[in-house]
């Protein structure tokens, strides 16, 4: 079930509430999507730029999560931005394949501010590797919903690598 921006703040956040409450609220949700085990968000992660030190505001061993309070046209592009470099310095599945991200906020409450910002996520979302998720348009990131868990598609490739490394490697004692 969609939720306006006020039904949602209001249901699942303090009030008032910040940037990091909604974060600690999704980290909630990964957590109860994924169960306990190895795949759990850090509380932390830190990248190390040229330039500087990044904290990823969310980051499991698959994806890299940028949440922002409100998903504006302006905040969607910055939140790119930051992903981007997270992706680019930050940890690789296998060393080599980019995590995968995810650009997290409520919906803007004025219309044409949410009508420009959903058209430029939908635009974004159609890139691979890349997701922008309006969380009170979402069920799936309401806390409690019981949703299905969806399994990462990069896990997928992960164990598929994983499985022809193995292979590859036992193939290659065998032949020597």
């Known amino acids: 079930m969609k939720l306006s921006p006020k039904d949602f703040c209001e249901k699942f956040l303090p009030s008032p509430w910040n940037e990091r409450d909604l974060q600690l609220y999704i980290q909630r949700v990964i957590k109860q999507r994924q169960g306990m085990g190895i795949f759990q968000p850090p509380d932390e992660v830190v990248v190390t730029t040229p330039n500087s030190r990044r904290r990823i505001d969310l980051a499991t061993w698959f994806t890299v999560y940028e949440v922002k309070?409100?998903?504006?046209?302006?905040?969607?592009?910055?939140?790119?931005?930051?992903?981007?470099l997270y992706t680019r310095y930050?940890?690789?599945i296998l060393g080599v394949i980019p995590k995968y991200r995810v650009i997290i906020g409520?919906?803007?409450?004025?219309?044409?501010?949410?009508?420009?910002?959903?058209?430029?996520?939908?635009?974004?979302s159609n890139l691979k590797g890349i997701k922008v998720?309006?969380?009170?348009?979402?069920?799936?990131?309401?806390?409690?919903?019981?949703?299905n868990v969806n399994i990462n598609k990069y896990?997928?490739?992960?164990?598929?690598?994983?499985?022809?490394?193995?292979?590859?490697f036992v193939v290659a004692v065998l032949i020597k």
């Open 90 to 92: 930050g940890g690789k």
């Open 106 to 124: 409520v919906a803007p409450y004025e219309f044409k501010e949410y009508e420009s910002a959903k058209r430029l996520a939908e635009d974004f």
């Open 155 to 168: 896990l997928v490739y992960t164990i598929y690598f994983l499985i022809l490394f193995i292979v590859g």
């Open 69 to 84: 309070c409100w998903l504006t046209y302006d905040n969607i592009y910055h939140a790119i931005g930051q992903s981007e």
């Open 133 to 147: 998720v309006f969380v009170n348009e979402s069920p799936e990131w309401h806390l409690g919903s019981g949703g």
